[in-house]
């Protein structure tokens, strides 16, 4: 599993995007880089890319990474959830029904994960930042 991201300082935003097999040790190496790495900008909202994450696993597992996500990251945001999969949204569901007084939600574009986050003032820089991050992963 890998996991990528780009930080958008005009909007305090966070692209995350997850690429292959899930894995419970990848997403706690994921974790511990995110919190060295964004130690120092305010991420008010997140936007999780989850569409080409392979998702094997049962809901003791969603419990385990909201654990993991609760234990390790202070910091209280929005995150949206790119999805394109059957899994990718009840993941979105499950993990968000765990993740406690933070506002989180689904969608299938770019596009709409801008808008519920209401970014739409900021689109062409999360546009071309999000982009940036797709040319990551090719």
């Known amino acids: 599993m890998k996991e990528i991201f780009e930080y958008c300082s005009m909007s305090k935003l966070l692209l995350v995007k997850w690429i292959g097999k899930f894995s419970m040790d990848g997403y706690m190496s994921g974790i511990e880089r995110f919190v060295v790495e964004t130690e120092k900008n305010e991420i008010e909202n997140v936007i999780h890319d989850i569409r080409k994450l392979d998702f094997n696993f049962k809901q003791n597992d969603i419990k385990a990474i909201a654990n993991a996500r609760i234990e390790h990251i202070d910091n209280m945001h929005n995150s949206i959830y790119i999805t ?55």
């Open 84 to 138: 394109s999969k059957p899994q990718d949204v009840v993941f979105a569901i499950l993990f968000a029904e765990l993740i406690k007084n933070q506002n989180i939600n689904h969608c299938s574009t770019i596009e709409m994960a801008i808008k519920l986050l209401g970014q739409e003032a900021n689109y062409e820089n999360i546009y071309t930042v999000f982009k940036k991050l797709e040319t990551r992963v090719s």
